[in-house]
């Protein structure tokens, strides 16, 4: 039933069989396969190295991950619904197409019509991806490339905005060092999409309380997720900055509009190559919190409750 169940790539699940969650993650992405890509950008899909990394996340309490790899940089439904099988725990995949940068050739981005966009992802909710049979159980990460959308990326954020409505899907976004995340927001609202299914992400790369405040006056949420990344200087020593702003939204009440995650998305973030794996936040991040004195129910709020409430399907409009 919509509002009580989430869809993983198992199945659905009642909402209540789902505990500590990780809302944006990738368990195999591979950025530099794109043209004219040459970073060599990677999460490789080494299925017993990242199921070892994956149960150490289960063995501290994580019940739940949402892979928001997309199509065109590397999402396998049959990848997923074997770490699901192997790990035990519940994994969402996303659905949708990353920013312009990303789309597939194959997709026709920039031929096809909104509508027909947005068909597509509502076939794939309802009857599974291709032959595989396995659905989708979140739209992301939909992102831009650049602090405003393309023309592209504005039409993809509309297909995602109405595909939301239609099936009950959140959406989770990406949105880098700028206030971007606002205009994502402005034309998913104008969709059809419900703020409050919506997720801005990567809300920690741009550190302002103003532009965290105006996202969840409109109703949607902000996601803290490149918690324990260290690939530029500001992650490396940012995080003290993250970490009082969080605590500005928690004084003000607002714990109940922001989620938290790690977006691992390469190899070098995992424990296997001396990364902080898929437990940065429980075994560095959330012990930071309770220092500062952030209470239990805060933390499943925003560790629990928050991603749970988004993972939900709603009642399709």
Request: charged share 25%.
């Amino acid at each position: 039933m919509a509002g009580t169940e989430i869809q993983t790539v198992l199945g659905r699940v009642a909402a209540d069989e789902v505990g500590f969650t990780l809302p944006h993650e990738h368990t195999a992405i591979t950025l530099w396969g794109i043209a004219n890509r040459w970073d060599y950008w990677e999460l490789t899909p080494d299925e017993p190295m990242v199921a070892t990394e994956l149960e150490a996340f289960r063995a501290l309490g994580g019940s739940c991950l949402a892979d928001l790899t997309l199509p065109g940089v590397g999402r396998d439904p049959l990848w997923l619904r074997r770490l699901a099988e192997r790990t035990g725990l519940r994994l969402v995949m996303g659905a949708g197409w990353y920013r312009e940068a990303y789309y597939p050739p194959e997709a026709l981005i920039d031929r096809r019509s909104v509508e027909d966009l947005a068909e597509e992802l509502v076939r794939d909710f309802d009857e599974g991806v291709g032959e595989t049979g396995i659905r989708p159980g979140v739209l992301g990460e939909i992102g831009t490339d650049k602090p405003w959308l393309s023309a592209q990326e504005e039409r993809v954020f509309r297909a995602v905005g109405r595909a939301s409505r239609a099936t009950g899907m959140a959406v989770i976004t990406h949105a880098v060092m700028s206030d971007v995340g606002l205009a994502q927001l402005r034309v998913l609202e104008d969709a059809g999409a419900d703020p409050g299914r919506v997720v801005i992400g990567h809300a920690d790369s741009y550190p302002s309380l103003e532009h965290y405040l105006r996202i969840i006056e409109r109703g949607a949420s902000v996601e803290f997720d490149f918690l324990g990344m260290s690939f530029t200087v500001m992650e490396r020593h940012g995080e003290g900055r993250v970490i009082r702003l969080l605590l500005e939204l928690l004084e003000r009440g607002r714990e109940d509009r922001v989620l938290l995650s790690q977006d691992v998305c390469h190899n070098s973030q995992l424990k296997t190559y001396g990364g902080n794996g898929y437990v940065y936040l429980q075994e560095t991040f959330l012990p930071r919190l309770r220092d500062a004195g952030v209470p239990e129910t805060s933390i499943d709020r925003m560790t629990i409750e928050n991603p749970k409430r988004i993972l939900m399907l709603a009642a399709a409009g």
